[in-house]
């Protein structure tokens, strides 16, 4: 009987403590995060990117390109305060320059598309060599 009595405690610390945990968990900001899916593919001209971003309006959205790297991030309105758009960032590397005035964006039924279109490549120039 004695020994049913501290199993019966020795398990309802260690519920004490797998719920706590789980509090401490869910509670935390980075699990509340989550990186959306992008699809790309590349033409001869321009790099397309789609990123599925459901349950996100077109202005909680944020695009930048710096050097070789677009970022895109966003969060939900500061008067919303329901989690129906959670914070979300990611970062890719581009595999080229891209002509950063003429990219396009689009957002439709959740999908976010950009056109980037690539930078003039620079052109070859030969260089005359001279016998001294």
């Given at each position: 009987?004695?020994?049913?009595?501290?199993?019966?405690?020795?398990?309802?610390?260690?519920?004490?403590?797998?719920?706590?945990?789980?509090?401490?968990?869910?509670?935390?900001?980075?699990?509340?995060?989550?990186?959306?899916?992008?699809?790309?593919?590349?033409?001869?001209?321009?790099?397309?990117?789609?990123?599925?971003?459901?349950?996100?309006?077109?202005?909680?959205?944020?695009?930048?390109?710096?050097?070789?790297?677009?970022?895109?991030?966003?969060?939900?309105?500061?008067?919303?305060?329901?989690?129906?758009?959670?914070?979300?960032?990611?970062?890719?590397?581009?595999?080229?320059a891209?002509?950063?005035?003429?990219?396009?964006?689009?957002?439709?039924?959740?999908?976010?598309?950009?056109?980037?279109p690539?930078?003039?490549?620079?052109?070859?120039?030969?260089i005359?060599?001279?016998?001294?």
């Amino acid at each position: 009987m004695n020994g049913y009595n501290y199993m019966n405690m020795a398990w309802g610390l260690l519920d004490e403590v797998l719920n706590a945990f789980e509090q401490d968990v869910q509670s935390a900001p980075l699990l509340r995060e989550w990186r959306p899916r992008i699809n790309a593919w590349e033409s001869d001209q321009t790099l397309v990117l789609e990123a599925e971003l459901p349950g996100v309006e077109p202005g909680q959205v944020e695009v930048s390109i710096e050097g070789d790297v677009l970022t895109l991030q966003g969060k939900p309105d500061k008067a919303d305060k329901t989690d129906k758009c959670p914070q979300f960032a990611r970062q890719l590397r581009l595999p080229f320059a891209v002509e950063v005035d003429a990219v396009k964006a689009s957002f439709a039924n959740g999908i976010l598309t950009l056109n980037l279109p690539k930078a003039a490549a620079a052109k070859r120039r030969l260089i005359a060599v001279g016998a001294v």
